[in-house]
T-cell receptor, first 115, second 112 residues
């Protein structure tokens, strides 16, 4: 069964460094999402992406964050100048299309630790 | 923005029923979802209900929606140890699947 994959599974970085989190969506899925979950807190929506542009973003998704799909396969989340409070689990999710209920398919997540 | 709240933990014995509760704030038409997350895996959709329904049953799973109180529950009959996982409640607007709101997840522990 096709699945969403994410790399790396765990990333440790120093405060102020840039990180890139990678996601490989299920092929022929058209809608892509990033979420994060700080330990013990809610899964928070960050951004949705369709047709090579951002569809919607939350207040969390400020200029520190960016997304792109550089090669038509990987979907990346870049976090510039990481802060301690960026430490969280980051989930990628994808969805096939507009029709039907908005079922999303999630990857296993990348745990980001900022020291 | 919309808010989704869940209790953090639930512990039951194998064979008992589990009831996981969720409250939400959106008053417009909406889809409500239950996702399951097993250790090391992503969230997986279990079931969903549209806000014009009161109940939905799917094998051992029963979803109840009290729209007046904005309360959603997931009942798992005959709970098994394999049901141990984190269960997330989520909602989206019926015509906007660009944005979803999740709770913090309820960790279900099933004791043998």
């Amino acid at each position: 069964e096709p699945e969403v994959t994410q790399t790396p599974s765990h990333q440790v970085t120093q405060m102020g460094q840039e990180v890139i989190l990678r996601c490989v969506p299920i092929s022929n899925h058209l809608y892509f999402y990033w979420y994060r979950q700080i330990l013990g807190q809610k899964v928070e929506f960050l951004v949705s992406f369709y047709n090579n542009e951002i569809s919607e973003k939350s207040e969390i998704f400020d200029d520190q964050f960016s997304v792109e799909r550089p090669d038509g396969s990987n979907f990346t989340l870049k976090i510039r100048s990481t802060k301690l409070e960026d430490s969280a689990m980051y989930f990628c999710a994808t969805r096939p299309g507009l029709a039907g209920v908005g079922e999303q398919f999630f990857g296993p997540g990348t745990r980001l630790t900022v020291l | 923005g919309e808010d989704v709240e869940q209790s953090l933990f639930l512990s039951v014995r194998e064979g008992d029923s589990s009831v996981i509760n969720c409250t939400y704030t959106d008053s417009s038409s909406t889809y409500l979802y239950w996702y399951k997350q097993e250790p090391g895996a992503g969230l997986q959709l279990l079931t969903y209900i549209f806000s014009n329904m009161d109940m939905k049953q799917d094998q051992r799973l029963t979803v109840l929606l009290n729209k007046k109180d904005k309360h959603l529950s997931l009942r798992i009959a005959d709970t098994q140890t394999g049901d141990s996982a984190i269960y997330f409640c989520a909602e989206s607007e019926w015509n906007n699947f660009n944005k979803f709101y999740f709770g913090s997840g309820t960790k279900l522990n099933v004791k043998p």
